[in-house]
């Protein structure tokens, strides 16, 4: 079984999407534990499916889902975690869509996007056409290059924002907590860069910025981790930002609240896992078009414990300590 360590060295080597939150990867075959790698939250509704709405437009679904939904959408679960003597019980998903708008860079550095993407489909038209593309940046001292794998050369959020030309409205304690670098335990901040074009002969346009970061050293028993999504165009906006989650029967109900923490306005979800069983929370939050999630896992298990770290309850109680007010 993956301790959380070895999974956050697994996350650097995955070719696809970054598993921080939601959202949608596990490579084929590899047999991971589902609920770390999609930040999982709550359990078993009785409803099928419910749906509703939370405030600035947020909109949110809720459906029951098989194991073997679950395992032919992500390739593989940890049955020795999942397993019962009935077999692997169901999970529920709950779904987040958060409204965006166009955030509109400076020219400088809209162009410098322009210039990395036009960089890649060049190289890209040697071997096929292509209309769309999507790649991983990093950052080598204000100069950007464009990279297949994930790396963690953005080592804050400033320098995502330098990169940018704009200001990220997350919480001042977030801030510090991804800047700090604790000895043993990295903090890790990747961007991904999502282009399309219009048609065959056009060059492939900036379509929207995801930035993801983990905070491997934050709780002695848990993690955070999150997602910023920013729309570049307008099809990116109307899509919004997407953020998943699953949880296994045996880790809990359902529980969503709205609360104000720290000056932000925020959806909150979370489940509350049986004795043994691992917790996940989360919160989503737009402001200025952008779409944020910040979401904390729990453990369950007393081995993965990291003694020199800070304990918390809950997993709840992780995501709250990063909207709270710095002192």
Do not use: C
Request: no cysteine.
């Amino acid at each position: 079984m993956l301790e959380r360590n070895e999974l956050a060295r697994a996350l650097t080597e995955l070719p696809d999407d970054l598993l921080l939150e939601t959202e949608r990867t596990a490579r084929s075959g590899k047999v991971i534990k589902f609920r770390r790698l999609i930040a999982a939250a709550a359990a078993i509704a009785l409803l099928a499916v419910t749906a509703g709405a939370v405030s600035a437009g947020i909109t949110w679904s809720q459906s029951r889902k098989t194991a073997e939904e679950v395992i032919q959408r992500f390739g593989a679960i940890y049955e020795d975690y999942y397993q019962t003597p009935d077999g692997i019980l169901d999970f529920e998903k709950l779904e987040f869509n958060l409204p965006l708008e166009v955030v509109e860079l400076p020219e400088e550095n809209m162009a410098r996007l322009e210039g990395l993407v036009r960089t890649r489909w060049n190289l890209s038209q040697q071997t096929e056409e292509v209309q769309e593309l999507d790649f991983y940046l990093q950052n080598y001292k204000g100069h950007y290059i464009s990279a297949e794998m994930p790396h963690n050369s953005f080592g804050t959020l400033t320098d995502v924002e330098d990169m940018l030309g704009i200001t990220l409205d997350v919480p001042d304690t977030l801030r510090q907590a991804i800047q700090a670098d604790p000895e043993g335990h990295d903090n890790m901040v990747w961007v991904r860069l999502y282009a399309g074009a219009r048609d065959a002969q056009s060059v492939p346009e900036p379509a929207k910025i995801e930035i993801r970061f983990q905070l491997t050293g934050y709780a002695g028993n848990g993690q955070a981790t999150g997602t910023i999504t920013v729309a570049l165009s307008e099809e990116a906006a109307r899509e919004g930002m997407l953020v998943e989650s699953y949880s296994y029967e045996k880790e809990g109900p359902f529980w969503q609240e709205e609360q104000t923490v720290g000056g932000y306005a925020v959806n909150l979800y979370g489940n509350d896992p049986e004795e043994g069983f691992d917790g996940s929370a989360g919160a989503v939050y737009a402001s200025g078009g952008i779409g944020y999630h910040i979401s904390g896992s729990w453990s369950g298990n007393m081995s993965s414990y990291l003694w020199d770290l800070p304990f918390y309850d809950n997993a709840k109680e992780i995501v709250l300590s990063l909207l709270v007010e710095a002192e």
